[in-house]
């Protein structure tokens, strides 16, 4: 004999968000790689590995809600892979002289792109600011950051704050033009 | 289920995959009766409640995975017929296990399990054919019979294939398989 129908729906609704966690679970196992290439490239686990801690709670969390949450965790990732590639990239040539003088800039740089990459995104989803918008690029920004300073720990703290500030300056211009000119 | 209904079911799946939780009640509201109905015709009475009530966790548990360009419908109806498909095998599996060894024939006659499941078969196919129209019944009873009708070679091939598609479908749409 069934279950009562009160019963039903509270195991047909801890189910479903069971369902959204397993459904979570291969795009945040992206991030083990790019952990795993922090640690080998930079040579500082610790960071990496609490960096890469953090962004797989964030992008974990945000793809388990969902809707603007789950769609900006989704382009934060895709544009953070290219903000973390850019300063191992220039290290790797730079290092091989000996210095990193150039990591700090490319972590700049890498936060410029990824932050324009995330703004236009956004505001090509929708038009004029809301909540939905804002939750998109809020969870854009964030796991873009966390992923763009897996590549930024080369250079340390002031790399990682450089990306911040790159990703900020490239972001507000975007984000604020449309709601002006609305 | 009416057009409405099924397009309501659509957009209230697509909002659920999306991680909208408000769309959650609506799902339910109309998937439970559905399931419940669609085991009800497949399983006996006793276990068809259970099924349903699986096949609807199972619905809510995949939803994140659901595909909005898939029709919501079809979709929630294959994951309720995959839970009475594993439903009926666990039925005969216990049925099996259950059997006393002296039930076994010596003689490897078919025993009381296979009788009852031919039997079942059998009027499986008699329904099926009595949906058909009396030509098409006719040459199926024909070519079963292994001879022809007024109409041999090519002729009496092509009615055997079309009265096989339609049985096919006839089949499909009571037992909810090919």
Do not use: N
């Amino acid at each position: 004999m069934g279950v009562p129908e009160h019963v039903l729906l509270r195991q047909a609704h801890s189910a479903y968000e069971r369902g959204r966690l397993r459904a979570a679970l291969p795009t945040v196992a992206v991030v083990a790689p790019m952990v795993a290439l922090s640690v080998v490239v930079c040579g500082r686990a610790v960071v990496s590995l609490s960096v890469g801690m953090l962004l797989a709670l964030v992008l974990g969390g945000a793809l388990w809600r969902g809707q603007a949450l789950g769609g900006g965790a989704r382009a934060g990732l895709a544009a953070g892979a290219g903000a973390l590639l850019l300063p191992m990239a220039t290290c790797f040539h730079l290092c091989a002289g000996g210095v990193c003088l150039m990591a700090p800039s490319a972590c700049i740089a890498a936060g410029v792109l990824g932050g324009a990459a995330v703004a236009l995104l956004a505001r090509r989803r929708e038009a004029g600011p809301s909540a939905a918008s804002a939750a998109y690029l809020g969870a854009a920004v964030a796991v873009a950051l966390l992923a763009g300073s897996l590549g930024c720990v080369i250079a340390g703290l002031g790399g990682v704050l450089g990306m911040g500030a790159g990703m900020a300056v490239a972001v507000a211009p975007i984000v604020w033009w449309p709601s002006r000119a609305a | 289920m009416e057009r409405i209904q099924r397009e309501d079911l659509q957009r209230d799946l697509t909002r659920l995959a999306d991680g909208d939780r408000d769309a959650f009640h609506p799902v339910f509201v109309r998937l439970w009766p559905l399931l419940r109905g669609f085991a009800a015709r497949h399983l006996p009475r006793e276990e068809a409640d259970d099924v349903a009530q699986e096949a609807l966790v199972r619905v809510f548990a995949r939803a994140a995975e659901f595909d909005p360009r898939r029709d919501a419908l079809r979709w929630a109806l294959g994951v309720a017929a995959w839970e009475i498909r594993t439903s009926r095998r666990r039925r005969y599996r216990r049925r099996e296990e259950a059997m006393p060894a002296a039930l076994d024939r010596a003689d490897g006659a078919p025993g009381p399990e296979d009788a009852a499941m031919e039997a079942e078969r059998q009027a499986m196919v008699d329904d099926a054919l009595a949906a058909l129209p009396a030509a098409d019944a006719a040459t199926l009873r024909a070519f079963l019979a292994g001879g022809g009708s007024e109409v041999t070679g090519a002729t009496f091939r092509k009615r055997v294939q079309r009265a096989l598609g339609r049985v096919r479908e006839a089949w499909r749409m009571s037992h909810g398989r090919p």
